[in-house]
Structures are given as structure tokens and as C-alpha cells.
């Protein structure tokens, strides 16, 4: 996520009623305007309208559960268990540290990936094989990514996953051919 600097940090205030506002534009969201926010690498801060305490933390979490009880789960129940256990205990302090670098490294990982897999098929008769796959690879991690998950309709999805069916096999057809 790229970070801003102080002055680019959006103010969002969220009152008693639960109503979300943006002090950017001047607009009412919702949490799914946050996490689309969250998902450009744009930086924000939710403080309570009436205290001006910081309560970023909170809509987060919120934030997380909401994709969570969409069904698309990425928390392992394990992990959640064993991230509740942690807390009381004397490694807790280090806990958040481990897991933000744990987040980087398969950022990392994710964009050296790529890279290898780009380099390895670039002049090959397989190349168009790896750019679909490497775009259905890019579909299955967004959710780590700016501008993630939810972007395609699932009718469009469909279309595509039937434009893949077809492209492989036309690509079978032909390594057939060769065999």
C-alpha cells in the first residue's frame, strides 16, 4: 500500500448513528467506500465525531469481518483461533509487527512471482498459456491488491472463465498437432 503523507491522510467521521462522513468531499460512505480506499493505498483516519477519538482500528476490523461473512474468507479458523490465543499472552506486543512483515513478504513474494513467470514463458510457444494464467493468478490475489476484489460482475467472470476453456483448448489442439 503506498503511503501518503500526513497532509493527505482523509478525515472520515463517524457519528452515533453509525453514518460515515467524509470530510474530503464532503459526502456520506460506507464501509465499502473505506475498504475501496483501502484497496487504492489511500491513507485515512476515522476518528468519533463527538470525542475525536481515533477509532480507525475498529472500522478496520469491521471492515474485515464484513468481507469475511460475504463468504469470501480468508482467515483460516485455525489462524483465527490461534491469533485470539496470542492475545494475553507475552509475545503479544510482537504479534502485530510479525504479521505486517508476514504481509510484505508475500506482497514480495507475489510481485517476484510474476516477474519469474513473465521471464520464463516470454519467448516460448507457451506465453499466451502464462499471461492467462498469470491474469487468473492476479483475479485469486486481489484482495492484496489496490483496486481488488469485487471489480468484475460474476456474468463477466463467467464469460471469461468460458474465453480461458476455449483459448486452452484451442492451445491443446495445437500441442497436439506437434506431438
Known sequence: MKKSGAGDTVIIK??????????????????????????????????????DEDITHNVLTQI???????????????????????YGDSMQAMVPGYLEAAMEGLRRNQAQFKSAVEGAFAHSPFAEIAKRNMAM????????????????SASSKDAEIAALKAELQSLQAKIDKLG
Not at 473505506?34 to 489511500?42: F, N, Q, S, V
Not at 474485515?64 to 496470542?86: C, D, K, W, Y
Not at 493468478?137 to 468484475?152: V, W, Y
Request: avoid cysteine.
Open 64 to 86: 474485515i469481518m464484513e468481507e469475511e461473512s460475504r463468504g469470501q474468507t480468508m482467515l483460516p479458523v485455525n489462524f483465527l483461533r490461534q491469533l485470539i490465543a496470542m
Open 137 to 152: 493468478f492476479e483475479a485469486a490475489t486481489s484482495a492484496f491488491k489496490p483496486g481488488g476484489a469485487g471489480a468484475a
Open 14 to 51: 463517524k457519528y452515533a448513528n453509525r453514518r460515515l462522513y467524509n470530510t474530503e468531499t464532503s459526502s456520506y460512505i460506507t464501509l465499502d467506500h473505506l475498504a475501496a480506499m483501502t484497496r487504492e493505498g489511500r491513507e485515512f483516519k476515522v476518528v468519533d465525531a463527538k470525542t
